[in-house]
Each structure stands twice: as C-alpha cells, then as structure tokens.
C-alpha cells in the first residue's frame, strides 16, 4: 500500500511540475473524500456522452457530449480500451 500510495504522490507532483512550467496552477486531490467527490462528478460527467472518437494510434480520444461539447484526453490507456477488439475471422 505505500508503494501505491507513494507512486500516486510522485505522479501528483510531476504533473503539478509540468503544470507549473506552463504558468498554470494546479492542484491534486488524493484523500479519500477528495476522490468520492471527483468520482461522482466524473460519473455525472460521463453521463453526459454521447458519442466518442478513440485514435489509439496516437494516444486520444474524443468525448462528444449531450450539448454538441467535446472533451479530448491524451491517454495511453483509454483509446484502447474504448476501441472494438480487432477479429480476425472471416465470415
């Protein structure tokens, strides 16, 4: 548990740094309330999709919300995740 716990905080910080570089306040939330909070408005947040483009080529996705927004995440992970299993089959 505190080797997680350990690489959340260096994660936390290294994107705070980043952030910091750009001229841009950031912030981290870590603690439990913290994140039943952010969670819920995620969920919330998700809710809201109604179509989504995934380029796992290049690491993005595209969410396409109820209100016609777009919200792009640069993720290594989720592009793939939200992409069809490829088939090989021949029907």
Do not use: F, Y
């Amino acid at each position: 548990m505190d080797e997680q716990r350990n690489a959340i905080e260096q994660a936390t910080n290294r994107v705070i740094e980043l952030e910091a570089e750009l001229e841009a306040a950031g912030n981290a939330h870590t603690g439990d309330d913290a994140i039943v909070r952010i969670r819920a408005i995620l969920h919330d947040w998700v809710d809201t999709v109604t179509a989504a483009v995934a380029t796992p080529g290049v690491g993005r996705a595209v969410l396409i919300h109820a209100d016609g927004s777009e919200s792009r995440i640069a993720s290594p992970k989720l592009p793939a995740l939200l992409s069809a299993p490829v088939t090989w089959e021949l029907k």
